[in-house]
């Protein structure tokens, strides 16, 4: 990594993400200094819900380094919200001919004065691949908030938010009408997504057909979801949310997701990927 000024993630999480990893992989100052570079020492973070200390982060990266294996880094998202941030990526390295291993991750920080993150929340989930991830498409394509766009304004009084106005109750509110047999399932849809939006659920892609099908059949089946909203941001057009939900809300097989989607000019969700922690369908 060239000496050249490395961001903080307050200044650039981007930035920061092409940067740590580069020094975490290509460099040659011992790891607990470039741990430190970027992260406040007592900071607090977990990855699919595991605590994981300085000591434990630090022996996962000396391994990650000994590898030796070059790596490309696709951001994919990046949402900013004042000292908080949310993105999603992939990390691809190449293991033998031309199988890699890619590791999709989808994170949340929040960063303290001094620029370095001082709260991590991340979802990790590797898997083998063919060639490297995404290589037809830039790497970093389209990855921010649309230019000129802002976080819409908050709704009039007694007036129902837009998912623009607030995701967090967008999220309530979907997955409780979605699984309400007494709502129509086109209407639970249509209410909070335009009718072309597309839904990415861990590695399945469906339109509103699809999801209108799958909330049929779990209806059937007397499935409901409650959720407990953890946080969201918003940037523009687009927003980033990190929340748990449960079948019947049964707490022992909590289900953490982390969402990522972008918004229609009428407040409505046009896309949104949902992200689920390993060991819960996710890919």
């Known amino acids: 990594m060239s000496t050249a000024h490395r961001p903080t993630a307050a200044e650039d ?8 990893n580069a020094d975490v992989v290509d460099g040659s100052e011992p790891v607990d200094e470039v741990w430190d570079r970027y992260h406040v020492p007592e900071g607090a973070h977990e990855v699919n819900g595991r605590a994981f200390d300085r000591a434990k982060t630090l022996k996962g990266l000396a391994a990650r380094r000994k590898l ?41 920080a929040e960063m303290a004065e001094d620029g370095r993150v001082a709260r991590s929340s991340a979802f990790s ?10 290589a037809s498409l830039p790497a970093d394509s389209g990855f921010r908030a649309e230019p000129g766009s802002a976080p819409a304004p908050p709704p009039a009084p007694g007036v129902e938010p837009t998912p623009a106005q607030d995701p967090a109750h967008y999220l309530r509110a979907y997955y409780a009408a979605g699984y309400d047999p ?3 399932v086109a209407e639970a849809h249509d209410r909070f997504h335009t009718f072309d939006a597309v ?3 861990g590695g399945r892609t469906m339109q509103r ?3 209108l099908r799958s909330l049929e ?11 407990e909203v953890h946080e969201t941001l918003r940037e523009g057009n687009r927003f980033a949310a990190r929340y748990a939900t449960s079948r019947g809300g049964n707490a022992a097989r909590r289900q953490g997701v ?20 390993p060991g819960h369908g996710a890919r």
Do not use: K
């Open 13 to 20: 999480f981007a930035g920061y993400l092409r940067a740590y």
């Open 68 to 108: 030796g294996a070059p790596f490309e880094l696709h951001l994919h998202e990046v949402v900013v919200e004042g000292r908080r941030a949310a993105a999603r990526y992939t990390l691809s390295t190449p293991m033998i001919w031309r199988v890699t291993t890619a590791t999709e991750v989808a994170a949340f």
């Open 125 to 134: 989930a590797s898997r083998p691949g063919w060639e490297s991830a995404d």
């Open 182 to 184: 007494d709502v129509p």
């Open 199 to 201: 839904h990415r659920v």
């Open 209 to 211: 057909s699809g999801v």
């Open 217 to 227: 059949d779990a209806r059937g089946r007397g499935h409901t979801y409650p959720v």
């Open 258 to 277: 982390f969402a990522f989607g972008e918004f229609a000019p009428d407040g409505r969700v046009s896309a949104v990927r949902f992200l689920l922690e």
